[in-house]
Every structure is written in structure tokens, then in C-alpha cells.
């Protein structure tokens, strides 16, 4: 099979290019990435010369080069992961979420209808179902909740998705959803919670929870989701959405008191810093859909998950110290100056 990645130089396809390319000799795995902040090519350094393996830098907003691209190319499958991704930059910049997230997905559904690609799978996010009250632990998102989404990053995944059912239901293209939790892991970028937290605390630097640091979020190791990816594009049901997460709820509290913990920092480095607008409360993902359908099983808990996510940062201090040093630190002066 050949499959084309996008937004393989981020966090999530990154990932799922190193275990793929290792995993499926046989099958040519080709990552396309724009490189915006958030791409590294450092990345993918590991598997850049696998023989299955080849990068290309482009953009999924540009329809004459993703058209000419699927041309020459005859994918089999396409997995879209490339998306603007953070929250608190889609509430700084909307409109560039709704190019890349919605207008980009569009380009690229269009090139698999004309090109006649196999699957298109559309990487999307437990957020389009909104958020769930902190005090019904009784409560999941299974893949019938409706759509409810809260933030600029949110509403442009949902309509992601939209499309891509509509693009089944409407021209018959063989798409798959799959909606995941939280992730973390190795090669995240560290402006989101966990690596942020992390790469903070060594340096012995303030640690900025948002409002009382209540929220709950279900967290999920990277390669536990990259395997439900797998699985779905393998033996999914072609215009089907799956549910992916991991059962581990935690409040963003205890995530950072567990990394303070296990790096042996005090907990006087946390800060309460002004709370996120439109702060979704809780998510909890219902994965029964896929445990009984296609018989994914999670590989990691969180207590495992951490320890070895940590473990990675600490051996591999040269990858974030680049994002540190470079414009990463304005995002963070101006992002975190208002919070104060
Ligand atoms: P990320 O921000 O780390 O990576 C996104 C990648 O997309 C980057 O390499 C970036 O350069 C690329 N990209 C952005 N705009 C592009 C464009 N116009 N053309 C081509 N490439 C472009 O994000 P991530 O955390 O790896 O998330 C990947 C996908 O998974 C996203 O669609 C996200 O919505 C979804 N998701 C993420 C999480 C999570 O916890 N991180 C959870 C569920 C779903
Ligand atoms: P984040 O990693 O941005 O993921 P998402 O908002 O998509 O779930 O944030 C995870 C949680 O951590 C969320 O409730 C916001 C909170 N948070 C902080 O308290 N401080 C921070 O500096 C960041 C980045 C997030």
C-alpha cells in the first residue's frame, strides 16, 4: 500500500510514521508537511532513510499542488493529521484553523474523489463533543453524542468531519473518523499541558495551571492511538466514526503534581494563572465501539505512559531545547503575559 501522511512532521503523525514505516516494510509511507511551528524535521530524522520512507514539504491548502501530487502519486490511503492544534492559539487566530482544518480537508477530499484514493481517514478529536460536567463521572462521549463544540480549534475539527461524512454519504468516497483523547508522548511540542510542564519544570521555571486546575482530561499514550489508526484504516467500516481513548481521566492538577513527583520538583512551582475562555469542564471518551469491533486494546496506562513520556524528555533534551530557543519563546511571553 502506499499512504500518504500529512501533518506527519507533527506530534501525532510523527509518531505514527516511526512505528508504521518499521511495522509495514512493505507499504510506502510518504509524509507531506507544511513545516508551521508546530512540524519538525528533527522528527523524523530516525526513519528518514528507511526505504519506505520519503518526505515532502506542501501545503494541504494548495489545491493545484495537492492535485498535481495525487497525479503522480496513486495513493492508496491518506491520513490526514496535519491541523492547527492548540486551543489558546485558535482563540488568539481563528481564521487560520478554519484554512487549514476545514478549507485544507477540502482540498484533500476532493483530490481522493477525482484521483479514486482507496481510504481517506480524517484524524480528528474527542473536543467536537463538547465538554462533560465534573460531577457525572457516569457520563462518556460515545460516537452518538452530538456535536458541541466549544472553541474556535473545536468547531473547525467538527466541521472537518462533517465534510468528510458528507463527502461518503453525498459522492460515495470510503472515508473513516476517528476521534481520540488527549495525547502524549515522545516528540510532542511544548506548548500543550504535558510537554510544556515538563520542559518547565527541569529548567525550575513557574508551572501556569489554568483557574484551579480542575478540568479533567483522558489521556492517552501516542502510540496507543497511532495503533487504533491502524486498525481502523485496515478493517473499519468505510463511513464509520471511532471512538479512541484510554479510560484515564485525571484533573490537569494531578498531571502536573505526578510530573513534579517523578522529576523530583517541589510543588511551589505551580502557578495559578488566569483560566482559558470557554474552558471545556471534562472529557471521557467511550472506546467500546472500537475494543468490540475491531479489537483495539490500549497498551499503556497513564502511571506507565508518564514514566516512559518523561523518560523520553530527559534523554532527549536536544529536540525541545530547539523549539525552546526559537520563536517558541515570544508565543510563550505573549501568550502567558495575559494570563497573569
Ligand atoms: P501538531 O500540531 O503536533 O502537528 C500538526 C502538523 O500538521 C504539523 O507538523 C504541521 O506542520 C502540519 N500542518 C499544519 N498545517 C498544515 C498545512 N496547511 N498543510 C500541511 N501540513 C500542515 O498536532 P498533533 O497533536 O500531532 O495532532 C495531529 C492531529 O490529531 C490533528 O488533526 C489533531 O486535531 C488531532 N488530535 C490531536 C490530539 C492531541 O492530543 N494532540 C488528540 C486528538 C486528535
Ligand atoms: P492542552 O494540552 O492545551 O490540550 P486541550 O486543551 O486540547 O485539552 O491543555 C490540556 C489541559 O491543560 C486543558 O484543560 C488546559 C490546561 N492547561 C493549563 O492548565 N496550563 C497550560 O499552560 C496549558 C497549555 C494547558
Given at each position: 500500500?502506499?499512504?500518504?501522511?500529512?501533518?506527519?512532521?507533527?506530534?501525532?503523525?510523527?509518531n505514527?510514521a516511526?512505528?508504521?514505516?518499521?511495522?509495514?516494510?512493505?507499504?510506502?509511507?510518504?509524509?507531506?508537511?507544511a513545516?508551521?511551528?508546530?512540524?519538525?524535521?528533527?522528527?523524523?530524522?530516525?526513519?528518514?532513510?528507511?526505504?519506505?520512507?520519503?518526505?515532502?514539504?506542501?501545503?494541504?491548502?494548495?489545491?493545484?499542488?495537492?492535485?498535481?501530487?495525487?497525479?503522480?502519486?496513486?495513493f492508496?490511503?491518506?491520513?490526514?493529521?496535519?491541523?492547527?492544534?492548540?486551543?489558546?492559539?485558535?482563540?488568539?487566530?481563528?481564521?487560520?484553523f478554519?484554512?487549514?482544518?476545514?478549507?485544507?480537508?477540502?482540498?484533500?477530499?476532493?483530490?481522493?474523489?477525482?484521483?479514486?484514493?482507496?481510504?481517506?481517514?480524517?484524524?480528528?478529536?474527542?473536543?467536537?463533543?463538547?465538554?462533560?460536567?465534573?460531577?457525572?463521572?457516569?457520563?462518556?462521549?460515545?460516537e452518538?453524542?452530538?456535536?458541541?463544540?466549544?472553541?474556535?480549534?473545536?468547531?473547525?475539527?467538527?466541521?472537518?468531519?462533517?465534510l468528510?461524512?458528507?463527502?461518503?454519504?453525498?459522492?460515495?468516497?470510503?472515508?473513516?473518523?476517528?476521534?481520540?483523547s488527549?495525547?502524549?508522548?515522545?516528540?510532542?511540542f511544548?506548548e500543550?499541558?504535558?510537554?510544556?510542564?515538563?520542559?518547565?519544570?527541569?529548567?525550575?521555571?513557574?508551572?501556569?495551571?489554568?483557574?484551579?486546575?480542575?478540568?479533567?482530561?483522558?489521556?492517552?499514550?501516542?502510540?496507543?492511538?497511532?495503533?487504533?489508526?491502524?486498525?481502523?484504516?485496515?478493517?473499519?467500516?468505510?463511513?464509520?466514526?471511532?471512538?479512541?481513548?484510554?479510560?484515564?481521566?485525571r484533573?490537569?492538577?494531578?498531571?502536573?503534581?505526578?510530573?513534579?513527583?517523578?522529576?523530583?520538583?517541589?510543588?511551589?512551582?505551580?502557578?495559578?494563572?488566569?483560566?482559558?475562555?470557554?474552558?471545556?469542564?471534562?472529557?471521557?471518551?467511550?472506546p467500546?465501539?472500537?475494543?468490540?469491533?475491531?479489537?483495539?486494546?490500549?497498551?499503556?496506562?497513564?502511571?506507565?505512559?508518564?514514566?516512559?513520556?518523561?523518560?523520553?524528555?530527559?534523554?532527549?533534551?536536544?529536540?525541545w531545547?530547539?523549539?525552546?530557543?526559537?520563536?517558541?519563546?515570544?508565543?510563550?511571553?505573549?501568550?502567558?503575559?495575559?494570563?497573569?
Amino acid at each position: 500500500m502506499k499512504i500518504l501522511v500529512t501533518g506527519g512532521a507533527g506530534f501525532i503523525g510523527g509518531n505514527y510514521a516511526i512505528v508504521m514505516t518499521e511495522r509495514y516494510p512493505e507499504d510506502e509511507i510518504v509524509v507531506l508537511d507544511a513545516l508551521t511551528y508546530a512540524g519538525n524535521l528533527e522528527t523524523l530524522a530516525g526513519i528518514q532513510d528507511r526505504p519506505n520512507f520519503r518526505f515532502i514539504k506542501g501545503d494541504i491548502r494548495d489545491r493545484a499542488f495537492i492535485f498535481d501530487l495525487f497525479e503522480k502519486e496513486n495513493f492508496d490511503v491518506v491520513i490526514n493529521f496535519a491541523a492547527e492544534s492548540h486551543v489558546d492559539r485558535s482563540i488568539e487566530n481563528p481564521g487560520i484553523f478554519l484554512e487549514t482544518n476545514v478549507m485544507g480537508v477540502q482540498v484533500l477530499l476532493d483530490a481522493c474523489r477525482k484521483y479514486g484514493v482507496g481510504r481517506y481517514h480524517q484524524v480528528s478529536t474527542d473536543e467536537v463533543y463538547g465538554d462533560l460536567p465534573l460531577d457525572r463521572p457516569d457520563l462518556l462521549f460515545t460516537e452518538e453524542t452530538p456535536i458541541h463544540t466549544s472553541s474556535p480549534y473545536s468547531a473547525s475539527k467538527a466541521s472537518a468531519d462533517l465534510l468528510t461524512l458528507a463527502y461518503h454519504r453525498t459522492f460515495g468516497l470510503p472515508v473513516t473518523v476517528s476521534r481520540c483523547s488527549n495525547n502524549y508522548g515522545p516528540y510532542h511540542f511544548p506548548e500543550k499541558l504535558i510537554p510544556l510542564m515538563i520542559s518547565r519544570a527541569l529548567a525550575d521555571e513557574s508551572l501556569p495551571v489554568y483557574g484551579e486546575g480542575l478540568n479533567v482530561r483522558d489521556w492517552l499514550y501516542v502510540t496507543d492511538h497511532c495503533n487504533a489508526i491502524d486498525l481502523i484504516v485496515r478493517k473499519g467500516r468505510v463511513g464509520e466514526v471511532y471512538n479512541i481513548g484510554g479510560h484515564n481521566e485525571r484533573t490537569n492538577l494531578e498531571v502536573v503534581k505526578t510530573i513534579l513527583k517523578q522529576l523530583g520538583k517541589p510543588e511551589s512551582l505551580i502557578h495559578f494563572v488566569k483560566d482559558r475562555p470557554g474552558h471545556d469542564l471534562r472529557y471521557a471518551m467511550d472506546p467500546t465501539k472500537i475494543e468490540t469491533e475491531l479489537g483495539w486494546k490500549p497498551e499503556y496506562d497513564f502511571d506507565t505512559g508518564i514514566r516512559k513520556t518523561i523518560e523520553w524528555y530527559l534523554e532527549n533534551k536536544d529536540w525541545w531545547q530547539h523549539i525552546l530557543n526559537g520563536e517558541y519563546r515570544e508565543y510563550y511571553d505573549r501568550m502567558y503575559k495575559e494570563r497573569q
